[in-house]
């Protein structure tokens, strides 16, 4: 039984789901976004929170692009912060606390207007296939739904597995039913799959606290958004709070340590590295006497709060004692407790730079069900599959974005590349140019080309190049007009607390100065008047012009290696040249040029250069050949 016929199907309805449904579906493919409830669309089955370190920047370029998680977490945002703002601008990072409620339903009202997106509650069971090309899927209804492409995005509800203490049961997060079949259906086609784990804490009753004994976490004064086409000014910021485990709490995880499913054999999954549960941290950190944890707020009209820091897969009776031992926390009642969950998902080692599967034609996959962690490195590789899923439709080349782009690029290449053996999170020590990827400047990096494939409105466009235009007049006011060295101009700038001048100079230079501002130069001397966006731009060009262009040069000198393709059927067990793990791991990743092979483990300097003179080699034989 056939019961609709789509451009794209997405299987799966959380951040990663969502964006691939939303950018297919506007840049005109008929598409399905299939989900387990329809309670469960964008729902955040962890922290309530988007943003963060290098994530931040993510939902920047998200928006840039004209993906919908900005500026839905703006929307529905309880709280701001910009982190890291004692260090460069190249670490600074916006972070939200959303109202997790209100962003579901705002992400819900989203998908279910927008056009040319169905959404339904179905459960897939089985992916269709016919000679290496994706035909379509089939519900457990029976119902079979045809499609040209389909996306993965499971998240962690394939095979999900929840445990706490000696509980186990089949479930996604938050007991929402897990995909049972799928797995099976994605063996047989050839798919490989393995065994991840994350897990989240306890939540707690608001009203049993005593935030008296801990310090209170304001946000920002300064509105800011992760959208620049939020208009929002004014927003009540909820605080959160901070406090700390003590001894009497790790000698309560360390009693009862046998009893976690992280130690009693329940949990079979590789976890987190860098997001590890509280029984992980003790053992690690043996020396540490006490972890901070934050106390969230889920949303507005809910007396929920979040225990940030305290992921645990033991015993629920475990975890409500330990957490009384905390200042604050003395007289808490858990309404939810902490657990692990097991899922499967696949070696991205499988798909290409545009998330495609490698083998199976118009198969993408998207999110946790490539390995990684989070709701922003999900939303991510979403828009992006959804990109590629629409334009191979579309008979179109796919938009592959560069580790000198985009911390997307950094984030889709570290994974088709190097693969991962624990759940991938992003940080800004991953992208080697992150002073080019600035969390300030994600708009100007891609709008350009979120116009160009058909995502940015004419709305969205118009705004962007008024601002664009700004810091050009700003910066082209600051190279232009030059200070004399006269007494009247030297006393000005003994008034802004900078040393006089001997020589001329332009105000960029000026500009460069510790606690120059461009307010400050403005207020004296001539320069046209911009936002405070366009001020802080200029800002950033001037004073970061010497380490930008130094970072613009090895982006140069690593592209040269980029544009030298590396031929689909290139033959690569013939090159006897290469190391033996060069070989596997090259046959295996099957990079597109030399720039990926030299990022792949294992492949070492001497190897790229045994490719760099194969390929001349093979360049050099096809020119000479017959008809050539």
């Known amino acids: 039984m056939i019961s609709g016929s789509y451009d794209v199907i997405v299987i799966g309805a959380g951040h990663a789901g969502m964006e691939a449904g939303l950018a297919a579906a506007r840049l005109g493919c008929r598409t399905l976004l299939a989900t387990l409830s329809l309670d469960n669309i964008a729902f955040m089955p962890c922290n309530p929170s988007v943003g963060g370190s290098a994530k931040g920047q993510l939902v920047g370029e998200i928006d840039a692009l004209g993906g919908q998680m900005g500026i839905s977490a703006d929307a529905t945002a309880i709280q701001m912060r910009l982190l890291n703002t004692g260090k460069g601008y190249a670490v600074h990072s916006l972070r939200a606390q959303s109202d997790k409620p209100r962003y579901h339903v705002y992400m819900k009202k989203v998908a279910e207007h927008q056009e040319n997106l169905d959404v339904k509650q179905l459960m897939i069971d089985r992916l269709l296939i016919e000679r290496g090309q994706v035909v379509g899927v089939e519900a457990e209804t029976g119902e079979t739904f045809e499609a040209k492409t389909v996306i993965l995005c499971t998240g962690t509800y394939l095979r999900g597995k929840i445990v706490f203490g000696a509980v186990h049961y089949a479930s996604g997060p938050n007991g929402m039913r897990s995909a049972e079949h799928l797995s099976a259906s994605l063996l047989a086609a050839g798919v490989e799959l393995r065994r991840f784990k994350t897990g989240t804490p306890a939540r707690v009753d608001r009203r049993s606290l005593d935030f008296s004994k801990m310090q209170i976490q304001y946000g920002d004064e300064v509105v800011r958004n992760f959208s620049y086409i939020s208009d929002i ?145 999900a939303a991510a590789q979403g828009l992006l599959a959804g990109i590629n899923a629409a334009r191979k439709v579309q008979g179109k080349d796919p938009l592959v974005l560069g580790r000198n782009e985009a911390y997307i690029g950094v984030l889709i290449d570290d994974l088709v590349t190097k693969g991962t053996d624990e759940p991938y999170r992003m940080m800004t020590s991953r992208a080697e140019y992150r002073l080019l990827l600035r969390q300030d400047n994600g708009d100007l990096r891609l709008t350009e080309k979120g116009r160009a494939i058909g995502l940015v409105s004419d709305e969205r466009w118009e705004r962007f190049t008024a601002k664009r235009s700004e810091i050009e007049r700003a910066l082209h006011g600051l190279a232009t007009t030059f200070v004399s060295p006269t007494e009247e101009n030297n006393e000005k700038l003994r008034r802004l607390g900078t040393e006089p001048l001997k020589t001329g100079v332009p105000l960029a230079t000026l500009l460069k100065r510790s606690g120059m501002t461009y307010a400050k130069l403005r207020d004296c001397f001539v320069l046209p008047d911009v936002s405070p966006v366009a001020q802080e731009q200029a800002e950033i060009q001037c004073k970061y012009e010497g380490y930008i262009q130094k970072q613009e040069q090895a982006v140069a000198k690593a592209l040269r290696l980029e544009t030298k393709r590396i031929p689909t059927d290139f033959d690569y067990a013939s090159l006897r040249e290469l190391s033996g793990e060069a070989r596997e791991k090259l046959q295996k990743v099957r990079p597109d040029s030399l720039g990926q092979a030299s990022r792949i483990s294992g492949v070492s300097p001497a190897d790229v250069g045994v490719l760099l003179i194969a390929l001349e080699a093979r360049r050099r034989k096809e020119a000479d050949a017959p008809g050539r």
């Open 233 to 377: 000014t004014r927003r009540d910021q909820v605080p959160c709070w901070l406090t700390y485990t003590n001894p009497r709490t790790h000698a309560i995880i360390r009693e009862n340590l046998e009893r976690s499913g992280m130690f009693n054999g329940l949990v079979e999954g590789v976890g987190p590295r860098y997001c590890p549960s509280i029984e992980s941290k003790l053992i690690r950190f043996k020396d540490k006497d006490r972890h901070q944890l934050f106390l969230e707020p889920e949303g507005l009209d809910t007396t929920e709060m979040y225990v940030q820091g305290m992921s645990s897969a033991l015993p629920a009776a475990v975890q409500l004692a330990f957490m009384q031992t905390i200042s604050g926390l003395e007289h808490v009642r858990m309404m939810r407790p902490g657990y692990a969950i097991d899922y499967d998902c696949l070696d991205p080692l499988q798909l290409k730079s545009s998330l495609e599967h490698k083998r199976i034609s118009g198969l993408f996959s998207a999110g946790q069900s490539n390995g990684t962690s989070g709701y922003e490195e």
